[in-house]
T-cell receptor, first 111, second 116 residues
Framework: GQNIDQPTEMTATEGAIVQINCTYQ??????LFWYQQHAGEAPTFLSY????GLEEKGRFSSFLSRSKGYSYLLLKELQMKDSASYLC????????????FGGGTRVLVKP | GAVVSQHPSWVICKSGTSVKIECRSL??????MFWYRQFPKQSLMLMAT?????????EQGVEKDKFLINHASLTLSTLTVTSAHPEDSSFYIC????????????FGQGTRLTVV
């Protein structure tokens, strides 16, 4: 099975930086996804890390450490529209196809 | 590319009736589709994984006779909520993966089901 742990909620100010941590335990490992979900909408894909290290994509970066079972999503220059839930989803090895999510982190950006 | 269309976006039905939700991949062939439900302010809960042409794999605690999943083609999967009860009211979302090199799954718009 899988065990995924993320903070429930974070608050930050517009223009600031926020780091959302995710720790996980899976049977096998095939990469880790981050998705963004606005209230009442479907999730949208943000990033997929397979190898250790930091991957930067505009204002969003994602980091992975496979040995530590740890990832983070870094949101820079926060904008009001970044207020959403951020979902961490490790992709297990043996189960292959399954895509299960952590509880998600609700980020609230204040002016 | 990678568009997943889910229909209907919302539905209200009476207790005891059945509701069918469709999930279509519009510009790719979806070898695997996932069905989730989500209660307010909670995360997505995986209900089942379906592969084209074979029976769906249900998660523990999800009644397969109540939530019927059919993945009859590479572009269509359906979820039928049978004998719906008010506690089945939820947001149901499908996602699809194409198995052609892209690892990520793409999500439909979701269906808000209200059972009265």
């Amino acid at each position: 099975g899988q065990n995924i742990d993320q903070p429930t909620e974070m608050t930050a100010t517009e223009g600031a930086i926020v780091q959302i941590n995710c720790t996980y335990q899976t049977s096998g490992f095939n990469g880790l996804f981050w998705y963004q979900q606005h209230a009442g909408e479907a999730p949208t894909f943000l990033s997929y890390n397979v190898l250790d290290g930091l991957e930067e994509k505009g204002r969003f970066s994602s980091f992975l450490s496979r040995s530590k079972g740890y990832s983070y999503l870094l949101l820079k220059e926060l904008q009001m529209k970044d207020s959403a839930s951020y979902l961490c989803a490790p992709r297990p090895g043996a189960a292959g196809n399954k895509l299960t999510f952590g509880g998600g982190t609700r980020v609230l950006v204040k002016p | 590319g990678a568009v997943v269309s889910q229909h209907p976006s919302w539905v209200i039905c009476k207790s005891g009736t059945s509701v069918k939700i469709e999930c279509r991949s519009l510009d790719f062939q979806a070898t695997t589709m996932f069905w989730y439900r989500q209660f307010p302010k909670q995360s997505l809960m995986l209900m089942a994984t379906s592969n084209e042409g074979s029976k769906a794999t249900y998660e523990q605690g999800v009644e397969k006779d109540k939530f019927l999943i059919n993945h009859a083609s590479l572009t269509l999967s359906t979820l039928t909520v049978t004998s719906a009860h008010p506690e089945d009211s939820s947001f149901y979302i499908c996602s699809a993966r194409d198995g052609q090199g892209r690892a990520e799954a793409f999500f439909g718009q979701g269906t808000r089901l209200t059972v009265v």
